[in-house]
């Protein structure tokens, strides 16, 4: 199926803890898109049993991860369905340089511009507070945060009195480690969009609302980029 020209592209970038998943369906609706997530996507295809979904499973039972391209295929077959007619809206990929580069060899292939790459920037300190610092109840499973959320009852869950404890995961060193790893990996992709002039970097520090009227101003107009080869 062909897809029409004014359909483009945006792309939603930011580490763990920087508010993607509280902005994306927000944003996905101020641009009249869907939201597409390649972690949804794989798990749409394993789910169906289709021929992505089989060729990704194969890697899965391996150990390995599925390759960049494959999930770029899921993503474009994903921007052939109807709803996604006007565009959609990338949460959270590309994740490395060589995604970055496996996208957009697929996008300029379909004729498709990448609209806008916005990166929500929050700073270390805030990323690794709001990623640390989670205890969770072995009983009913409820989660609480020690700064954002605190159990009335602490240590004991406020909801059935059970002892709670902190997964190994949530210790501010492992939240650390993590997040060192994300800007080690995606920084590249930053300076790459960067490159490209079409990057926007939005401050994510803020209040819900403030980040929002930001990521609306970043996208909203935007004009397309005009193509390499027209403007030489």
């Known amino acids: 199926m062909e897809l029409p020209q004014h359909h483009d592209v945006v792309l939603l970038l930011g580490a763990p803890g920087a508010g993607k998943g509280t902005?994306?369906?927000?944003?996905?609706?101020?641009?009249?898109?869907?939201h597409v997530a390649s972690g949804d996507l794989l798990r749409e295809h394993r789910n169906r049993g289709d021929e992505l979904g089989k060729a990704a499973q194969v890697y899965m039972d391996r150990g390995d991860l599925v390759p960049d391209t494959l999930v770029v295929?899921?993503?474009?077959?994903?921007?052939?369905?109807?709803?996604a007619a006007d565009g959609a809206l990338l949460d959270g990929f590309p994740r490395t340089i060589g995604q970055a580069h496996a996208l957009d060899a697929a996008l300029v292939e379909r004729g498709l511009p990448i609209r806008r790459a916005?990166?929500?920037?929050?700073?270390?300190?805030?990323?690794?507070?709001?990623?640390s610092g989670r205890w969770t109840c072995p009983s009913c499973q409820s989660t609480y945060h020690d700064r954002f959320s605190p159990?009335?009852?602490?240590?004991l869950c406020g909801r059935c009195g059970g002892v709670l404890y902190q997964r190994?995961?949530?210790r501010r060193?492992?939240?650390?480690?993590?997040?060192?790893?994300?800007?080690?990996?995606?920084?590249?992709?930053?300076d790459h969009y960067d490159r490209l002039g079409v990057l926007a970097r939005v401050n994510g520090d803020g209040e819900i609302e403030q980040v929002r009227d930001a990521l609306r101003l970043a996208v909203d107009p935007v004009p397309v980029p005009v193509p390499a080869h027209v403007a030489a």
């Open 151 to 155: 159990s009335p009852a602490a240590p």
């Open 173 to 190: 060193e492992a939240v650390e480690n993590r997040i060192n790893v994300y800007l080690r990996d995606t920084t590249p992709v930053i």
């Open 118 to 131: 916005v990166y929500l920037e929050v700073s270390r300190g805030t990323l690794t507070d709001r990623l």
């Open 73 to 83: 295929d899921m993503i474009m077959h994903r921007l052939n369905e109807p709803d």
């Open 168 to 170: 190994e995961d949530d």
């Open 23 to 34: 902005q994306a369906r927000f944003l996905a609706e101020t641009l009249g898109v869907p």
